[in-house]
């Protein structure tokens, strides 16, 4: 089993910056991908950006260039950088990994709430 805990969450104006980390414990070993995902209130969840296990990096259209994706594979952590926020990117965040034998997001944290206000 992997757990996942994210943080750095938080309520900030629009414009402003933040970075979500993703440390993961567990079965580690086992995780290919690593990813972000966001919900906001009465949406579906979507796809933000993804990060192989070789550091390959993927985007949604809404976040590219503003948003960056990383890893510290010494901390087991991933990490998202978010710049240029606007109220849109309002959600709740989840990291989640993807199981190298299934090749499914099979582990999901809790998630952290990003407010980004006018």
């Known amino acids: 089993q992997v757990q996942l805990v994210e943080s750095g969450g938080d309520c900030v104006q629009a414009g402003e910056s933040l970075r979500l980390s993703c440390a993961a414990s567990?079965?580690?070993?086992?995780?290919?991908?690593m990813a972000w995902y966001r919900q906001a209130p009465g949406k579906q969840r979507e796809f933000v950006a993804a990060?192989?296990?070789?550091?390959?990096?993927n985007y949604a259209d809404s976040v590219k260039v503003r948003f960056t994706i990383s890893r510290d594979n010494a901390k087991n952590t991933v990490y998202l950088q978010m710049n240029s926020l606007k109220p849109e990117d309002t959600a709740v965040y989840y990291c989640?990994?993807?199981?190298?034998?299934?090749?499914?997001?099979?582990?999901w944290g809790q998630g952290t709430q990003v407010t980004v206000s006018i």
């Open positions: 989640a990994a993807v199981d190298g034998i299934t090749g499914d997001y099979d582990y």
């Open positions: 990060i192989t296990s070789g550091s390959s990096t």
């Open positions: 567990g079965s580690i070993f086992s995780i290919n991908a």
